[in-house]
């Protein structure tokens, strides 16, 4: 039995971290979900700007919405949805079978708004209209502005991907907003079932402290963070708190494990998807790291509920001079700020190629593209 399908037996979803048209076009999300039980996807601006800046997938999309008008982060947007739709319908199946537990997708809302809550409330609202999707994510960022965003979408009943996360006090945080939005929904006499993950961010511990720490050391304090965080995970959904919310039907928001693509050449290329295997929890990946499970990748034994080696994985790290609560601030404000950097450069590409389209003679055969 392959490990993907072994650690989906074990109770953990396995996402995909990527979405292109040529995976969609072409059937290879199709057979993702049929040969290597992959049961959702994520996305994200840095995943977005690669997607559309290599090739011609979207030129035909680009050219027909720019000469209808669209431009910049309107014509972004729906060509984004316009994928997103098509693989939430891959994936109805699995939300359908699990009761709205699996089977979803995501979509960013603009990174400029990570520092902004009132914004990042508007356009979460603006874009979960308009994608008209009911397995579709909206991804806020748990920035200390984002967290009353976020309490406040769910409590308007908008599915919320939790992103940035580094730590566990972070994840609480986001956790504690959930929780409050679905409060206050119940209050109010609607629907506690709203879907929402959390989602903590692994690997890029490792790329900013391995030049810090012996040997020893390397590529152990994500993991170390990630068990950490599963602990809190996991008392969260045994508290009376949580317990009272999924009397009355709510869902449990689930802990999701991002950025899980090995960046160390030295270590295995499947570090972060073995040695995070937990039921109830998610592990989104890129393309290249899902291959290579799916390929030679061996399941591990689930992390223990009381977390394991964290602390102590953790207390040694402290010993060798990181200063972990510090860290986990730079990582989530850097990590904002390289998605900016994605956002710009994604919305300059679109921005250049549909002047090159606009200012050309039109192109029957295109037009042809677009009618089909």
């Known amino acids: 039995m392959k490990a993907t399908a072994q650690t989906h037996d074990l109770g953990q979803s396995l996402w995909l971290d990527n979405i292109t048209r040529t995976l969609l076009d072409d059937g290879t999300l199709a057979r993702y979900i049929a040969e290597d039980s992959i049961t959702g996807l994520t996305s994200n601006p840095s995943i977005f700007d690669a997607a559309i800046g290599d090739g011609d997938a979207y030129d035909v999309g680009i050219r027909a919405k720019a000469r209808a008008g669209l431009s910049g982060e309107g014509l972004f947007i729906e060509l984004a949805l316009e994928d997103l739709r098509r693989a939430a319908a891959l994936f109805r199946p699995a939300f359908d079978e699990t009761a709205q537990a699996d089977g979803w997708v995501s979509m960013e809302i603009s990174p400029l708004f990570a520092h902004d809550t009132q914004a990042s409330i508007s356009e979460a609202v603006r874009i979960h209209h308009q994608a008209d999707t009911p397995n579709l994510f909206i991804k806020i960022p748990g920035t200390p502005e984002g967290i009353p965003a976020i309490e406040e979408a769910i409590f308007l009943g908008i599915p919320i ?112 998807i073995s040695a995070l295997a937990a039921p109830g929890t998610i592990n989104t990946m890129p393309e290249k790291t899902l291959k ?34 510090a860290l986990a601030a730079t990582l989530q404000d850097e990590g904002a700020q390289a998605f900016v950097n994605s956002w710009q450069q994604l919305l300059q590409r679109i921005a250049d190629k549909a002047a090159t389209f606009t200012a050309r003679a039109p192109d029957t055969r295109l037009k042809g593209a677009v009618a089909r």
């Not at 039907?249 to 030295?266: E, I, M, N, V, Y």
């Open 161 to 272: 991907n939790v992103t940035l996360l580094f730590s566990r006090e972070q994840y609480i945080a986001a956790a504690q907003a959930y929780l409050s939005g679905i409060e206050r929904r119940i209050e109010a006499g609607m629907d506690p079932k709203v879907g929402s993950v959390a989602s903590l961010f692994v690997s890029r511990w490792d790329v900013a402290s391995n030049k810090q720490l012996p040997a020893e050391l390397h590529n152990r304090l994500g993991i170390a963070v990630g068990r950490q965080t599963y602990r809190a995970y996991r008392q969260l959904l045994d508290s009376p708190r949580w317990k009272k919310l999924a009397a009355v039907g709510a869902l449990p928001q689930r802990l999701l494990w991002a950025s899980t693509g090995t960046k160390d050449p030295s270590a295995s290329d499947t570090l972060y």
């Open 292 to 325: 290579a499970f799916a390929d030679h990748g061996k399941l591990q034994c689930a992390i223990d509920i009381d977390g394991g080696d964290g602390d102590a994985t953790i207390a040694k790290i402290v010993k060798s001079g990181i200063d972990v609560d």
